[in-house]
């Protein structure tokens, strides 16, 4: 049996980010990861063209906080990039989210949004926010398609990731003070903040339980009806289906690195261009271009990879349900985007993977004779 202070299981951004600060502490500590390589969700690797492409999907990485910024600078260097979006609409290809410009042009300076009153699904909620054209036109193919379920069945709290524009910047998010892309990639960003950290490869914790001992607590970072056996039921996820391609005769083909597809008619959702986001020298050193399509599907079997919680009440109380076992675990911490059954952007996970090694570490419920419980509050 390998004996550490803190076992932690899963390499992505909120288990590399709680072994670091754990080592850095002076605690021993080992990251077992079931797949054949670091960095979870956020892994990437290189093309032979020379084109970084996310394994799983694209990631921009965007903070306000310059604790945060000065934090992943740490592993490695990342070059300015702000993501722009378009949807393709009726064949043009016009700016997401939504622009004044757009509005006017299809609708007119006075519009009212068409839903007034309490949002009580993400239809409503969506509506209270724009005039019904841009939601049949922009949100609800793209947003049934995503989920595979009517967009009246699905959460209120999806909303707050859209928003209308009261000008035509181009930028997803213009808001956020630091964006950017490591130079390196993901993957090397992950094994830098892992260096001096041992850790194993291709390991699934939960089939070697018995193999690790924490002799302080066990952070679990992957999903917590899998921890429990799925006793009351599996979590429900959305995954995604991609397909990447190599066009060695173009130098772009898109204007810029994504490309979303609302029309419900239309089977993939959304066209990444990874090209644009290598640094300008980079970029015109690499021949062709790489792109990938994303489809959605459902999460059918234990191979396929969980990416979005499935955003509906009955997933919540399953969730809750799971959760209140948790409770019961005084040095078992489950945590994370699959542990806590939440989406959360990437500045958020390590933040809050952060504040759980503070907290760790203030209240070491090992130590104490009746350990407190770990589970993450308002989880
Ligand atoms: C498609 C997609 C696009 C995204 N794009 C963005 C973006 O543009 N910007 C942004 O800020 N955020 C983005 N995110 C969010 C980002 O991916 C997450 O914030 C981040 O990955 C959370 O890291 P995590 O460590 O909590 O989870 P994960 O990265 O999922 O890490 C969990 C790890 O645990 C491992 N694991 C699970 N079970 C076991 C087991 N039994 N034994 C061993 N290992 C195990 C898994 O293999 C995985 O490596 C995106 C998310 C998705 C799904």
Redesign the pocket.
């Known amino acids: 049996m390998k004996s550490f202070d803190f076992v932690i ?9 709680m072994a670091r600060m754990l080592a850095d502490s002076g605690h021993r500590v080992l990251v ?4 054949d390589h ?6 990437d690797a290189l093309h032979s063209s020379g084109v970084r492409v ?1 394994l ?7 903070t306000s906080s310059e604790e945060l910024w000065r934090f992943v600078n740490r592993f490695g260097r990342f070059h300015p990039f702000e ?1 722009e979006v378009r949807s393709r609409v009726r064949g043009r290809l016009e700016n997401w989210p939504v622009g004044a410009g757009y509005i006017r042009r299809t609708i007119g300076a006075d519009w009212t949004p068409e839903f007034r009153g309490v949002p009580r699904n993400f239809e409503e909620a969506a509506l209270s926010m724009m005039p019904r054209s841009i939601y049949e036109d922009f949100v609800k193919g793209y947003t049934e398609k995503q989920w595979g379920a009517p967009a009246t069945m699905l959460s209120t709290a999806l909303a707050g990731r859209f928003d209308v524009r009261a000008d035509d910047d181009p930028r997803l998010t213009p808001t956020r003070k630091h964006q950017g892309v490591p130079v390196n990639g993901y993957t090397a960003l992950v094994e830098n903040m892992l260096a001096g950290i041992p850790y194993e490869l291709t ?5 070697m339980r018995t193999a690790f001992k924490a002799r302080k607590a066990l952070i ?4 917590i009806d ?2 429990y056996e799925f006793q009351f039921g599996a979590l429900a996820y959305r995954a ?1 289906k991609r397909s990447t391609d190599y066009h060695a005769d173009a130098d772009f083909v898109q204007p810029c690195v994504q490309i979303n597809e609302p029309d419900p008619a239309v089977p993939h959702i959304r066209t990444l261009e990874w090209k644009h986001m290598l640094p300008e020298a980079a970029r015109r050193r690499v021949r062709g271009t790489v792109l990938t399509r ?1 489809t959605p599907c459902s999460v059918q079997s234990r191979g396929d ?4 919680p499935f955003p509906d009440v009955a997933n919540k109380a399953l969730y809750q349900r799971y959760r209140a076992l948790a409770r019961q675990e005084p040095t078992t911490l489950i ?5 806590e059954y939440r ?8 933040a809050r ?1 952060q504040t759980r090694v503070r907290q760790l570490l203030e209240m070491q419920p090992w130590a104490a004779k009746q350990p407190s419980r770990l589970v993450p509050a308002g989880a």
Do not use: K, W
């Open positions: 299981v899963g390499s992505g951004l909120t288990g590399a980010t077992v990861e079931q797949r670091l960095g979870g969700n956020v892994a996310g799983y999907g694209p990631h921009y990485f965007r993501a390991c699934d914790y939960l089939r679990f970072t992957g999903s899998a921890y995604q994303e990879v969980p990416e979005y945590c994370g985007r699959l542990g989406y959360y952007d990437m500045d958020q996970a390590i993977a």
